[in-house]
Nanobody
Framework: QVQLVESGGGFVQPGGSLRLSCTAS????????MGWYRQAPEKQYKLVAT???????DYADSVKCRFTISRDNAKNTVYLQMSNLKAEDTDVYYC??????????????WGQGTQVTVSS
C-alpha cells in the first residue's frame, strides 16, 4: 500500500516562508512525477509545481520566482520551499505522485493535504 504523508503547513505572515515535505511510503521502485497542488473549498485542484524523476520542473505562473520544488529520489520525498508568501497563497496544499511503480502496481496517489494560511 502506497501512502503519501505531508508535513510543514501552518500559519505565516505575508512575506514569510514555509517548507512543505511529502514522503511516499510502501514498496516503491520508482516515482515518475511528484508535485504539489492546491484546492480551495468547492474548487478544483490547481497546479502549484511538479518535478520529474530527472528534476525537470514546472510551476504555476503565480508562484514562479517565489516557490522552489525539489525531490530526493532515494527518500521518495518531494519538497516545496515557499518564500515571500502572500495572502492569496492561502489554501490546502496536496502532494501528488504519478507513475508510482511497486512490484504489483503502477498508480497515482494523493496526500491528505496540509493547510497553509498567510495572514497578518
Amino acid at each position: 500500500q502506497v501512502q503519501l504523508v505531508e508535513s510543514g503547513g501552518g500559519f505565516v505572515q505575508p512575506g514569510g516562508s514555509l517548507r512543505l515535505s511529502c514522503t511516499a511510503s510502501g514498496s516503491i521502485s520508482s516515482i515518475g512525477v511528484m508535485g504539489w497542488y492546491r484546492q480551495a473549498p468547492e474548487k478544483q485542484y490547481k497546479l502549484v509545481a511538479t518535478i520529474t524523476s530527472d528534476d525537470t520542473t514546472d510551476y504555476a505562473d503565480s508562484v514562479k520566482c517565489r516557490f522552489t520544488i525539489s525531490r530526493d529520489n532515494a527518500k521518495n520525498t518531494v519538497y516545496l520551499q515557499m518564500s515571500n508568501l502572500k495572502a492569496e497563497d492561502t489554501d490546502v496544499y496536496y502532494c501528488n505522485a504519478r507513475g508510482v511503480i511497486t512490484p504489483a502496481t503502477i498508480g497515482d496517489y494523493w496526500g491528505q493535504g496540509t493547510q497553509v494560511t498567510v495572514s497578518s
